[in-house]
């Protein structure tokens, strides 16, 4: 068997280069990292930045790569998919050509940048990579110190940013367009984010489109006009409005793009090209309860489809088996996650939503530390079939892993009742007979399926 | 509809009760309660005896009935189950017969108490009721107070016991016949587990059978007789051995009894006679993986099984699903769970049993607080099926709900490659992109399966 090479140095193609190893370590395996940071934990960038990963090497998931070629600072340039070779471009201007057996495309995705005025002023940066979280951290440590900071956009990133940069001292505001904030997840999940930002001292404008972005008071002023005429001073601007798949490459070599213009794979991660593959942000992602492709930019995809892409090269089948919509984030002492559909998502694919919230004790009100915590369970009325949900709880009520059990039913397809038959487990100290992920279910049954 | 009587207060009587209630507000339900403790959280009885829940009325999981009939201080003593009537001993001394429709036992268990000398000395106690709790802590209240304790037997009750003592200021012997403490978990874990015991200042005696109790040093002296000559001074006794079923009612009426001399029944929680159902700690538990019925006392069950009982006896088939086997305890800042099967049980009941252990971090180990979680896989090497899991891990290591994800799998008959695949969530404070439950899978995959 010929060599495999992998383009793209993140989760997805790092995975893929570590299962190919593991499992025929004689097989040649070579990555294209376009930057110096190999396998890096782009989700651990806001804790750098706030200070509580001061090192940021700290960040590399892996430090070597042991009977793997990981090439930095190589650029795949073009691909020849008939003669399977790449063209890349070498750290030092160069150009090689290299062969392939099977190639896996793992080129990540770029934050989208708005086209607006001032984009480009200094000041104004984006956070998708480490070399970004360097250059905001330099931004951080100009002389004088910024004071103050905008974040553009209030999804995750911008959430985390605006948690990160707090903690590191500056006043921040959020400017939203979508409002409430953080649109992945249900309005009042949304408003109740909102609540905790502001109660953290964040300044949150919502429903506000930034439309410019202009030079202010010496030295590192800016300001951002938003609609509605507000504006707002300001020393530092972080655009995190979203990311699109980085699929040029593919799509120049002949590659098939998909859903948002992503790489069209199979649940095997095969493009439409013999002998190429494609994993992790680049590429589609199968959604199990939409049972189609959609475009996720998630780490935790990345790596399972990196380990199925390397599976299939190898010729064992491990089909990926999608998304079920599971995200988690912290903000500050609060943690908030969703699986599953939003009520939105779910009435638009056509399911008979039904919504039942629940405000209940992480644990029996009797233990110290009980706090509340508010749950949404999104179920079918007329299945019964559980949809989705969403918990917003203190960073010790075990949110993260309690989602997961709604995760867990939802690749099983079970319906909100039967979760609560599950055999889940229980003490004073971390839950109550009834789990609070049961309790919400009965509730759910009870309003709806009695 | 005649009326529905449920014998037993605690948590299967009252599950069964409220569901009844809930369906079918109009229906008669009344509830023999043999003490003055109506829906108490026994489990929470080292919380009120550690201090850290310090009025005891908070251990109630309800303080009112509504539509409900309570009668506390009744006690069941026999059933005629052709003219469906129950004699009952009230408060007052006399009996009452009262006749029903559906009749539900929900009597509950009792501790075992060894046959051994001086088991009825002042000072030695069992804890099991909160009425027992009571006497506990009027024990603990004595001037002088006492100053050491000792446990016997190690199990929840025991290393809870061990812990809440401490807590309270008391210098604690644990006395386990089994060696490594903690037979619930395989004995790597039941080490562990002995370690953080003894770490916290419990001593431990391992190994050791109680052969009789003494008395000693005036005023509340004790001495504890125990196997290879060994000697403990003590002021208290408390024997936590394990729990036998209260079945004599069910026995004496001509119910069938089944695993471990508890009243047998089905998956819809119908005895042998008609018109007689049984839940709760009194009654056998479907074991899932199993296939069969075995006696578990464990609240989780009890009130599953109240409910189940209480569809059947409306006419509504909801099976109960069966136990998996999970279990969790706090002991100190560590807590430790289990689902599934032990190795030996796997061994025992035919399954190819491998298992694979890892160390982990429970989040990503750049992120502050992140700490160490030691895990255990097992899975079935000729078909690849998960049979159980365990985890021991620090307090804030969201190790009660992981366990979840693996009984949530057990339930599923999944294979432990497919649990790595599942979605879980991922945020650098609560988790790795590969959750310490997939970590765990991909080893057990890796070694056993590749």
New interface residues.
Partial sequence: MGPVLIVGGG?AGIAAALRIH??DPHRAVTVLVADDYPSW?I??LP?FLSG??PDWH??A?HKTFPGIDVLCGHRAESIDTAARQVTVATPGGGHVSLAYDALILATGSSPVMPDIPGKDLAGVCALHTMGDALQVDRLLRRDPAPRTATIVGSGYIGV?MAEALTYRGLRVTAISRSDPAFPTVDPPFGEALGTELRRNGVELLLGANVEAIEPGEAPHGLVVRASGGVSVATELVLIAVGVRPNAALAKSAGVQLGARGAVQVSRTMQTSVPGVWAAGDCAETWH?LLQRNVHIA???????QGRSAAESVLGRE?P???????????VFDR?I?R?GLLQREARDNGFDVRTTDLEVSDR?????GATPMRMRVLGDRTTGRLLGAQILGH??A????????F???L??GMSV??L????????????S???PVQAAALAWQ?QHA?
Wanted: charged share 25%.
């Fill in positions: 989760d593991e499992i934990s989700c651990g804790y509580e990963t700290d960040l998931h985390e199990h998630l780490g935790t995809v990345s790596h399972k491990r990926f088996a999608g998304t079920v919509g599971t995200q988690v984030v912290k943690i996650a699986t029996n009100t009797y233990y110290p960073s010790e075990e949110v993260a892993k309690r989602i997961d059990i995760a867990m039913a690749h099983h009742a039967a609560a038959d599950m055999d889940l487990s229980y003490a004073p100290p971390v839950a007979p009834w789990d009870h009695d």
